[in-house]
């Protein structure tokens, strides 16, 4: 899995112009009945651009992706403005999680209970006025709707002008890595 991002050195812009912002993020175990985020409260005008989000299902006797995005922006507080169906729905696959080739969504490893999908938002770009905040559910299906923890980690990106708000803390490395997939 490659990508590339290329920039110039020099170029003037004016000083609200998005700059390109990424954040790795990881929860092992996420926390019951507690949404994942994605993206944490930005505080100023920009444009989520996507994820790349990684599963370790900790309970393999159950699905795991049964989870809403949730897209709360420009003033949101109970209700978000985009509300998804569940995890895979999100990456534009249902009835479960397949390994797929496609350029702007889809799951590029399902295996031993590890997935790694991903959604760019490139040709269905979400941009906001004043903030933005994006979670994911942890719920599961095992003999109906189930609260579940599993670990969860996800790279980010986005578009605002200047850091609007703070961010968590980076992962330490033994964090980061811990129990990571291997073939």
Same mark, same amino acid.
């Given at each position: 899995?490659?990508?590339?991002?290329?920039?110039?050195? @020099?170029?003037?812009?004016?000083?609200?112009? @998005?700059?390109?912002?990424?954040?790795?993020?990881?929860?092992?175990?996420?926390?019951l #009945?507690?949404?994942f985020?994605?993206?944490?409260?930005?505080?100023? #005008? @920009?444009?989520?651009?996507?994820?790349?989000?990684?599963?370790?299902?900790?309970?393999?006797?159950? $699905?795991?992706?049964?989870?809403?995005?949730?897209?709360?922006?420009d003033g *949101?507080t109970d209700?978000?403005?985009i509300? @998804?169906?569940?995890?895979?729905?999100?990456?534009?696959?249902?009835?479960?999680?397949?390994?797929?080739?496609?350029?702007?969504?889809?799951?590029?490893?399902?295996? #031993?209970?590890?997935?790694?999908?991903?959604?760019?938002?490139?040709p269905?770009?979400?941009?906001?006025?004043?903030?933005?905040?994006?979670?994911?559910?942890q719920?599961a299906?095992k003999?109906?709707l189930?609260?579940?923890?599993?670990?969860?980690?996800?790279?980010?990106? $986005?578009?605002?002008?200047?850091?609007?708000?703070?961010?968590? #803390?980076?992962? *330490?490395?033994?964090?980061?890595?811990?129990?990571?997939w291997?073939?």
């Amino acid at each position: 899995f490659f990508y590339q991002i290329d920039y110039t050195i @020099g170029d003037k812009h004016p000083a609200d112009v @998005g700059r390109l912002h990424v954040l790795f993020r990881r929860e092992n175990p996420t926390t019951l #009945k507690k949404d994942f985020e994605l993206l944490p409260l930005r505080k100023a #005008k @920009g444009r989520f651009i996507g994820s790349l989000i990684e599963i370790h299902n900790l309970h393999p006797d159950q $699905w795991w992706g049964e989870g809403e995005i949730k897209v709360y922006m420009d003033g *949101d507080t109970d209700f978000p403005t985009i509300c @998804g169906t569940g995890s895979e729905d999100y990456v534009g696959l249902s009835w479960g999680i397949q390994q797929t080739p496609y350029l702007y969504n889809g799951c590029s490893l399902n295996d #031993k209970n590890f997935i790694t999908m991903h959604r760019w938002h490139l040709p269905d770009p979400i941009a906001w006025q004043k903030e933005c905040r994006i979670t994911i559910q942890q719920i599961a299906w095992k003999n109906g709707l189930a609260e579940t923890q599993d670990d969860w980690s996800c790279a980010t990106f $986005w578009y605002e002008p200047t850091p609007s708000a703070p961010l968590p #803390k980076m992962p *330490d490395e033994k964090a980061r890595t811990a129990n990571i997939w291997t073939k």
